[in-house]
Every structure is written in structure tokens, then in C-alpha cells.
DNA sequence: CGTTATTTTAAACAAGCGTTTGAATTAGGG
DNA sequence: CCCTAATTCAAACGCTTGTTTAAAATAACG
């Protein structure tokens, strides 16, 4: 495996797990058995090399999601918030053959990236992969046309706001849940928790 | 002022803006005009004050929150998810009266909190004001008896996500918005937008 | 006033950080 | 094989971090 590859396989663990400024390059380095100065030789420096974390996983992901929201628009004229979402769910779920873990890991980065470095990374997605969120507002727009682009703006805010803190959290959460209710908790059964919420949420009643 | 005070003050602010690892202590004392070393000698470690900002904020909400959400339960059998949520705003809005951008500081810093540092002040939170959390399942349980208690429990934290994530980036957000869509929008407007959306997550039907 | 306790101060500490350097090693192409 | 380019390596750089020290200044009190 290459010194490059086993970098970015090192990084993006433990990112998620202690978020971005929580983890030092001499942590990654020991952890991929690699010399300390090979992030800064191929990467460039720290900064760099989260973004290429995280955008393996976005170019894995991004194509994947659009072609799902892009063809549920074709196929129903009116899909239901709870379709939109779901469209989600496999894309999501095919990072888990891209790589052991990969879904959480991946959603666990994308909270630590709203958070830390004050949003340089919320910035980064944005401009880097407009696609997807384009396509979301639009597939959202066909579920739920009465919504304003205004009230639209918050309640995407608010989904991805419980996704990526329930995600971000998510190994904890799912420790307490397995011990107080002794079920097998996964993270697809997570997603399909958070499902019917996020629906009901953005679906909820407009008070003005 | 004294110097105790001055260095909760400065510290808050810069915890709410830039997280708990992110601000340092030469941040703090220079901000608050106070020596390096006044930190260590009033509070110990940054840990401790890490503490201290945060208790200073949770002795004030929680007896006010703790006690409307008492009475609500008092006074109707059977309330409201939006009830039980807005029981949350006065509490939360009385803040600003005890200090200048207080509801949203607060906000921000329990989002910092629930990320940096590997949870440490969500186990500081739950262990040290467990009646918050109490009241809370209990007046959500008797708006909601059918849920069952893992379900009441994933949905409490999606709708934790929701809140503290919106909040942890509010003041960006707020100015998004601001310039999209030409309108004034403070942090009271942000809690009444997610307070429907949360209540009908929370509300959501169950899939099973 | 004088003495004791409390608080403030400047300076230094050891440790960790991201990054750079220049030599040693390995790989590739003529 | 040889020369060149690419990669690895140990070491050090300069800087920032939280914390500690001991002296100086201030406050409290009999």
C-alpha cells in the first residue's frame, strides 16, 4: 500500500474520532507507520491533507447521490420528504464497501467539519460539490412546494445539523443504546431511525 | 469587576466562537486584561474553567427550566410536543437579561461542548444536572406516551443535534440568511423556527 | 502601624505542535 | 550499470500550549 494511502487511511480515523484540531500529525504518522515529515511531501501540510480525507470520500459519494436524487425527480413528479431522504441511504450505505466503516467514519468527519477550523471545511463542500446540495433543494422543493426558500434554508439546516451531531457522536450514542435498551444497534439502523425524523421535521406545519 | 469575573467573561466568548481547544489561555487573560497566570491561580486548570463558564450558565437556566416544565406537566395532562418545547424559550430567552447575547453564547457553548474534547461535558452536563434531562423525558413521555423509551431516546438526541448544531453555527447562519433573504433574523427567531420542526420530528410516526 | 493572608506579576518551564532541512535510501529509464 | 529523479528518514527549527515558580504588590485585620 502506498505511503499516500496509508496516510489518508490513518488520518481519517482518528479525525473522526478526536475531530480535526484534537489530532497531531505525529498521531496519523506513528499510527500508519510512515516517517513524520510524508504528510507534509505528499500532502502539503495538515490543512491539504484533510482535504483530501475528506474528498476521497466525496468523490466516492457525491456521484452516487446526485444520480439517486436526479433520477427520483424523474420518476415521480411529487416524491414524499421520506423518498428524499431514503435516497440517501444507499449511497450513504455503499461507503461501507468503499471501506470498513465507512459510512460512519465518513458522517463522524462531516460533523467534526462543521465544527471545527470555525467552518473552513462547511466552505470547502460547498464550493467544491454544489451538485449535491442543488440537487437536494431541488428534490425537496418537488416534495414540499409550499415551503419558502427562507423556512427551506433553516429546515436543511436543522437536517443537517441531526444527522451530523447524532453521526459525529454516533459510536457513543450507540454504546449507551446497546447497554440501556440490549438491542444490536448499527449504523444503518441509525439512518433509519433518523429517517421518519428529519422527514416529519422539514415536513412540519408552516406557523406565521 | 473582579478577576474572576472578567475571566469568565472573556472565556465565554471565545469558547462560544472558536470551541474549548481552539481558545487559549493567553486568549482569555489577554482579552480579560488579566495576568496568564490568574487562570491557574482562581480556577485551578483550563478544565476547571471550562467548568465554570459552563455552570455559571446552568445554574441560571436550570431551576427556571426545570420548573416550567414542571408546570406544564401540572397543569395538563396531556401536552403538547410544541408545549414541551416552548416550555424550553423563556428559560432560554431569560438569559439574554443575564448577559449581553447570553441565550445564543450558551447555545454555542453546549454545542462546543458536545464536540470538543471528546464528550467530557456532555458526561459533566448529564452527571451533574441529571433534573434537566429528567423533566424533559417525562414531559415529552406524556405528550407522547406510544414512544417507546430506545425510540424517546434516539429522538431526544436527534432533537439535541438539531438545536445545538443550528446554535454552534448561528451567528454564520443568521448572517446567510440575513443577506439571502433580505430579512432581520435574531437568535429568538431561530429557536421559533426549530421549535416545529423539532416537535414534529419528535412527533414523527413510528416505522416499525 | 505592623503582620499576615491574598492576589498579581513577570519569567520560565517542559511538552507538544506543524513544518523544514539535508542527507540517506530506493526506484526508474537510457 | 549509471545517472537522475523520487521518496524516506532522523533531526532540528521556531512557535504555541498549559502550568509552575517565586518575588512583588495589595488587602485584610488585630
Redesign the pocket.
Known amino acids: 500500500m502506498?505511503?499516500k494511502t496509508k496516510i489518508l487511511d490513518a488520518a481519517e480515523v482518528l479525525f473522526a474520532d478526536k475531530g480535526f484540531n484534537g489530532?497531531?500529525?505525529?498521531?496519523i504518522t506513528s499510527q500508519a507507520e510512515?516517517?513524520?515529515?510524508?504528510?507534509?511531501?505528499?500532502f502539503g501540510?495538515?490543512?491539504e491533507l484533510i482535504k483530501a480525507v475528506m474528498s476521497r470520500y466525496m468523490n466516492e459519494l457525491s456521484p452516487r447521490l446526485e444520480s439517486a436524487l436526479h433520477a427520483l425527480c424523474l420518476e415521480e413528479v411529487h416524491p414524499t420528504l421520506v423518498e428524499v431522504f431514503s435516497a440517501f441511504l444507499d449511497p450513504l450505505l455503499h461507503l461501507n464497501s468503499f471501506k470498513d466503516n465507512g459510512t460512519s467514519t465518513f458522517l463522524q468527519l462531516l460533523g467534526r467539519g462543521f465544527t471545527d477550523n470555525q467552518g473552513f471545511l462547511r466552505w470547502f463542500l460547498t464550493t467544491q460539490y454544489p451538485g449535491v446540495f442543488t440537487n437536494f433543494t431541488q428534490a425537496v422543493q418537488k416534495a414540499y412546494p409550499e415551503l419558502s426558500k427562507e423556512e427551506m434554508f433553516w429546515r436543511l439546516h436543522f437536517t443537517m445539523g441531526t444527522i451530523v451531531f447524532t453521526m459525529s457522536s454516533s459510536d457513543a450514542l450507540i454504546d449507551i443504546a446497546q447497554n440501556d435498551f440490549d438491542r444490536q444497534v448499527d449504523i444503518a439502523g441509525v439512518i433509519k431511525q433518523v429517517i421518519p425524523y428529519v422527514a416529519a421535521g422539514v415536513a412540519a406545519p408552516i406557523i406565521r
Open positions: 502506498s505511503t489530532t497531531s500529525l505525529r498521531e510512515v516517517n513524520l515529515a510524508a504528510v507534509n511531501y505528499h501540510s495538515k490543512k
